[in-house]
């Protein structure tokens, strides 16, 4: 790549699960990168950073500001300042779907419900932290029993009849066990699949209705991938879930949200002290 023109600047996502960086150039997304989460989440972000720079063909002197978000967002040592997951995902959301007035992140760890007002301010928001059920963890763990990737998943939900098997279950470990009876039972994989991928919708709907459902609906986080997850939570909350164009990976909105967040605070900084170039 040659380079690229115009105000830029970084965000670094350090999830649970991976870790994301992305380059803002001015109202555009220059270029992003991604890779997993260690226990060194100091160095990883700074790999992630490097990677990006070198695919986008340019140097960290190039880039205005970053900002650091996510769970390990105090470990990105070479940020200027970081924000929350919350912020960062709402941000993003909003940057690529100007429309986008609840955003739903399901990660690795967590899944976050973001209501957000006209004007692009969070009006509430509501998370299931605690438990593992309806998260992207969840869906990795009950694919390792299936003997399947998460990548798979979409289409296996897609490759049969619809018949999900019901899971009664509120626990991901019980729910592993009813999954191994449904095997056992000669029960579809497809309908396994889309039994596990309705649980999943069940609790992320039931966290939007908490909040009250304001379209439009976008869906962000690695599991936005899985067009399975995307069809159940359509069905339970009875409307259209909006995704965005092929070329956003909905796993980088953070990143990307933190990248738009960094350059708006870096042109207030410059507003405030004109010809100054340096970092806020
Ligand atoms: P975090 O920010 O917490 O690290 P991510 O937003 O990166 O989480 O999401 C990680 C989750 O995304 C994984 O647990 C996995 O379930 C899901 N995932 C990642 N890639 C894919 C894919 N290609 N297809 C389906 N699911 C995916």
């Known amino acids: 790549m040659e380079g690229m023109k115009g105000l830029i600047t970084a965000g670094i996502d350090i999830g649970s699960t991976t870790s994301k960086a992305a380059l803002w150039v001015d109202d555009h997304l220059g270029a992003c990168s991604i890779g997993p989460s260690t226990t060194n989440p100091r160095a990883t972000a700074r790999e992630c950073y490097e990677k990006v720079l070198q695919d986008a063909g340019i140097k960290a002197e190039e880039v205005a500001c970053v900002f650091g978000t996510g769970y390990g ?5 070479f940020a200027d300042d970081n924000v929350s997951e919350l912020s960062a995902h709402g941000k993003g959301a909003r940057a690529l779907l100007p429309s986008a007035c609840t955003i739903i992140d399901i990660g690795g760890q967590d899944t976050k419900v973001i209501l957000m007002d006209a004007n692009g301010e969070i009006l509430d928001f509501g998370m299931n932290d605690k438990c593992a059920a309806g998260t992207g963890r969840f869906l990795e763990f009950i694919a390792r029993t299936l003997g399947v990737s998460v990548k ?11 018949q999900p098997a019901s899971l009664s279950s509120m ?44 379209e439009d609906v976008v869906i962000t986080g690695g599991v936005a991938k899985n067009a399975g997850v995307v069809d159940e939570l359509e069905r339970k909350l009875g409307i259209r879930v909006k995704t965005f164009p092929d ?10 949200g933190a990248a ?10 410059s507003d405030r002290q004109p010809g100054k170039q340096i970092k806020v």
């Open 152 to 162: 798979d998943l979409a289409k296996l939900h897609a490759g049969g009849s619809y």
């Open 247 to 256: 070329s956003i990976d909905p796993q980088m909105v953070g990143a990307i």
């Open 171 to 214: 626990c991901s470990v019980f729910i592993e066990s009813e999954v191994i009876n449904l095997v056992n039972e000669e029960v579809p994989l497809a309908s396994i699949v889309q039994g596990m991928h309705q649980s999943v919708a069940i609790r992320v709907a039931a966290l939007v209705k908490r909040l009250g459902l304001v």
């Open 260 to 269: 738009v967040i960094a350059r708006q605070k870096y042109l207030k900084r």
């Open 73 to 77: 967002r105090a470990k990105v040592s």
